[in-house]
């Protein structure tokens, strides 16, 4: 399993790729919705297991 600092990295780089494909403009994005939907799901999944880790640390 990726240490912490593994999995906030890759946190970071799709929360950024998420809010740079969320910024274009709504004629650009038609093509992405996938992988918008994607990232998102990559977030909330690394997300909770970042809240998790961060549990299981107190």
């Known amino acids: 399993m990726s240490n912490k600092t593994e999995i906030l990295e890759e946190y970071r780089e799709a929360t950024t ?12 994005k038609q093509g992405m919705p996938n992988r918008i939907d994607s990232l998102r799901g990559k977030c909330d999944q690394l997300d909770a297991i970042l809240e998790a880790m961060d549990a299981a640390e107190d």
Do not use: G, M
């Open 17 to 28: 790729e998420l809010a740079a494909l969320q910024d274009t403009s709504a004629t650009d």
